[in-house]
């Protein structure tokens, strides 16, 4: 316990009202930030995909149409809010508060700086470091799962609920990867909390998990955390041309408003994740000078997760949506394999080198005999041993054929 | 490994873009330069002394596929006439609730008393407006179409009210490349005849010459015009763009 009350005076046995001050501000500026910031990130999409398609984008609220979300926002609330009548009404008007609350939580556990001193206290400029940290994160993104999915089935309509069942199916089969890479993270780090995680990368760049993981986790675990965002390229859960508008087709108002909100809530905020888990957080060049000495962290921290949500705009703008077995195949079949082998490899090498290499040797193994495995498996149903390939050739008998005709002959 | 590079091509062109010129405009703010030949409201024209150039002969209203149009004649006062012919268009009506702006009148009229100017965006609040009678459709005293206070006129909007006439005189036969076979316009004079295939367009006088400029870089390396191809197009596009004068005299 002593430890913790080191970094952060929350967890001092008795506290006073100073440290309740400081908890209060850091709750209040860290969740203001994170507001603007997706005030700013959605008008930030807007532009900058507008920009890579040769369009203006929006324009008219503000300079260069800063204020456009606020607009959005404003003309959202003042619309009438509709419940469909076949709807399952509380949880319909709960489904949008299981998306917004764990988009937010997960926020808090991000570390934004580095330490700072106040009132003779040290403070973590993150908004909490509870020691289950990235826990937390998978925890909220479950969560966040049932929200969606509740959002569809209370919906009462045919389109969000084939949807909610895409985004379940999706969500889940990908946590699997994503929870397995941030394994290799834990396993490399001996920490659950993201200040530990954070800490462990800030020797510079050669310390960062990106690199000191090999490529690969970083890899997997951006792709399956865009897959967990329903992003572009994998937003199978809102095609416009197969399922209207996805799980929230029957949303209107605010409480669509609330779903608009926590999507970019969460590019945001998974970026911040993928900085803080792989490219070290805060970590840089810091110079001498006293006051400078927490800004930079934070600059830092910054330029790193605005050049990640560059990244997703810039997804969204050269990839095309993936069809939905192409999305679950790259899931099972290559993602998870992937991250299981890579976790087998990692944590062979954190006992010792010769543990490490008969773990690569196994996992080449296991790799080869699943895509021999899966080459067969593709063989059954479209190559020369094709169990289909016999029911092709027959001719269809003519009673079932009148059967499923209108026409005799 | 070439299905990983054509993956990132992707990318690489969607960051390209970010330097390309924007081909959208800020709608109502600035407008496109419109094409040569745009159909837009229509306007009645007078000779160069005054004189109205319908005479009344119904052809427009006959061709009109939408019978948008309704004219009747009336024969001209003897002491003071409106047409030079023996008619003139008395009552002139088209009701642009149902016109379709596809200028079969303008190629009917045998005296090109009726052509199209390039203004399109009028829009009313009742049924009445939309019908535009003779007194609105015809050129004011300095041939300019009148303004109404719905339509949203802009510059060379007015002045190119003659565009599908001028372009199609040439007959796209060699020989007649040049002629012009059309009296003067009030205001106007004789409207110079559209440049044909032998020779060069003329962009500024066409009204399409921004767009020329800014299509090309959205373009595949073959389809862009040869004369703006490689560094003599850049250049040429370069010497476009300077102020007059400084440009250097044309050889």
């Excluded at chain 1, 067969?376 to 499923?404: C, K, M, N, T």
């Excluded at chain 2, 005479?55 to 149009?69: F, Y």
């Excluded at chain 2, 041939?143 to 796209?172: I, K, Q, V, Y």
């Excluded at chain 2, 295939?197 to 595949?220: E, I, M, W, Y």
């Amino acid at each position: 316990m002593s430890f913790w009350a080191s970094v952060d005076p929350i967890y001092t046995p008795h506290y006073g009202w100073v440290v309740w001050l400081i908890v209060l501000i850091r709750v209040l500026v860290g969740f203001g930030a994170l507001m603007g910031a997706v005030t700013l990130m959605i008008w930030f999409e807007r532009k900058a995909i507008s920009d890579m398609q040769s369009r203006i984008g929006p324009q008219r609220w503000g300079p260069f149409g800063i204020l456009q979300t606020m607009a959005d926002g404003l003309k959202l609330i003042l619309k009438e809010d509709l419940i469909p009548e076949q709807a399952d009404r509380f949880v319909f008007k709960l489904a949008p508060y299981l998306v917004v609350v764990p988009a937010l939580v997960t926020f808090s556990i991000v570390p934004i700086g580095g330490t700072m001193r106040i009132a003779g206290h040290v403070v973590l400029l993150q908004i909490a470091n509870p020691p289950v940290g990235i826990l937390l994160l998978l925890a909220m993104s479950g969560i966040s799962v049932y929200g969606v999915m509740l959002a569809g089935w209370s919906s009462g309509s045919k389109y969000p609920l084939l949807s909610s069942v895409r985004a379940s199916a999706q969500m889940i089969s990908y946590e699997a990867a994503l929870g397995m890479t941030i394994v290799t993270v834990v396993l490399a780090t001996g920490s659950l909390s993201t200040h530990n995680i954070v800490d462990a990368q800030a020797g510079g760049i050669w310390h960062w998990n990106l690199i000191r993981l090999g490529v690969i986790p970083f890899v997997v675990f951006v792709i399956a955390i865009t897959a967990e965002l329903n992003r572009p390229p994998f937003d199978v859960v809102e095609g416009e041309s197969e399922l209207v508008g996805g799980f929230h087709t029957e949303y209107s108002s605010i409480r669509f408003g609330l779903f608009y909100l926590a999507e970019f809530m969460n590019t945001i905020t998974m970026s911040a994740i993928i900085v803080t888990l792989f490219l070290g957080g805060p970590a840089g060049w810091v110079p001498n000078v006293a006051h400078l000495r927490w800004v930079f962290p934070i600059v830092w921290f910054l330029a790193k997760t605005v050049a990640f949500a560059f990244g997703y705009v810039w997804f969204r703008a050269a990839l095309p949506r993936f069809r939905y077995d192409q999305l679950m195949d790259m899931g099972w079949k290559q993602l998870i394999p992937l991250s299981l082998g890579w976790v087998l490899i990692v944590a062979g090498f954190l006992i010792r080198p010769a543990w490490g290499f008969l773990m690569v040797a196994v996992v080449l193994l296991a790799w080869t005999v699943l895509s021999r495995a899966f080459e067969l498996g593709r063989s059954r149903d479209r190559g020369d041993q094709s169990v289909l390939r016999a029911i092709g050739h027959r001719a269809i008998p003519d009673d079932v054929l009148r059967e499923h005709t209108d026409e005799e002959f | 490994m070439a299905n990983l590079f054509t993956f990132f091509g992707g990318f690489k062109l969607t960051l390209q873009h970010l330097t390309r010129p924007t081909v959208t405009t800020s709608y109502p703010q600035a407008k496109r330069p419109k094409q040569p030949r745009q159909h837009g409201r229509h306007v009645l024209n007078r000779y160069e002394d005054g004189m109205e150039k319908c005479i009344g002969c119904e052809l427009c209203a006959g061709a009109c596929p939408v019978d948008c149009i309704y004219v009747r004649g009336l024969d001209n006062p003897p002491d003071h006439p409106v047409s030079p012919g023996e008619r003139y268009g008395y009552i002139y009506e088209i009701n642009y609730l149902r016109c379709i702006h596809c200028d079969l009148c303008v190629e009917a009229c045998p005296t090109q008393a009726i052509t199209e100017s390039k203004m399109f965006e009028f829009s009313f609040t009742n049924r009445a407006d939309a019908i535009y009678t003779r007194a609105e459709l015809l050129v004011d005293d300095q041939g300019m179409p009148r303004r109404l206070p719905w339509e949203d006129w802009r510059d060379g909007e007015a002045e190119m009210t003659g565009g599908w006439m001028r372009a199609a005189s040439p007959n796209g036969e060699a020989a007649f490349e040049g002629v012009t076979q059309w009296t003067g316009d009030l205001g106007f004079g004789v409207r110079v005849a559209e440049a044909g295939q032998s020779v060069h367009r003329d962009d500024a006088a066409t009204g399409s010459k921004q767009l020329r400029n800014v299509f090309p870089k959205h373009l595949l390396p073959e389809d862009v015009p040869l004369d703006q191809r490689g560094l003599t197009g850049l250049a040429k596009t370069a010497r476009a763009k300077m102020p007059r004068r400084h440009r250097r005299r044309e050889p």
